[in-house]
């Protein structure tokens, strides 16, 4: 069985909403799988209705945070990266435990 992400990250407290929604969607486009979501940032800014220097706000208070960690990967064609979002569960004690 897998973790419920969404669930999880419904359950935190305390996030401001932008950062609060930018990880709802991480969370719904995780890849248990894969151990990651794969969202572009031009499809969070669709799907969220914020701009993307919201999104990338989002994005960096997250990871300051440590409820996300970020890796880049080149596309095939080599031309542009991919952002590869890793979820990390944060206890109260703002330890942080890694999605796979």
């Known amino acids: 069985m897998s ?6 990250v419904k359950n935190i407290e305390g996030l401001p909403p932008p950062q609060k929604i930018v990880l709802v969607f991480l969370a719904d486009y995780f890849n248990d799988t894969d ?3 794969w969202p572009s940032q031009d ?15 989002a994005l ?22 991919r ?3 890793k979820l990390h569960r944060v206890a109260d004690s703002h330890s942080a435990e890694c999605a796979v």
């Not at 973790?3 to 999880?8: A, E, G, S, T």
Request: glycine share 8%; net charge positive.
């Open 35 to 37: 151990g990651y979501a």
């Open 60 to 81: 960096k208070a997250l990871i300051e945070k440590g409820y996300i960690s970020i890796s880049k990967t080149a596309r095939d064609s080599g031309r542009f990266s």
């Open 43 to 57: 499809t969070l800014a669709r799907v969220t209705g914020f701009h993307r220097s919201t999104i990338n706000r």
């Open 3 to 8: 973790f419920n992400w969404l669930q999880w």
């Open 83 to 85: 952002n590869r979002y």
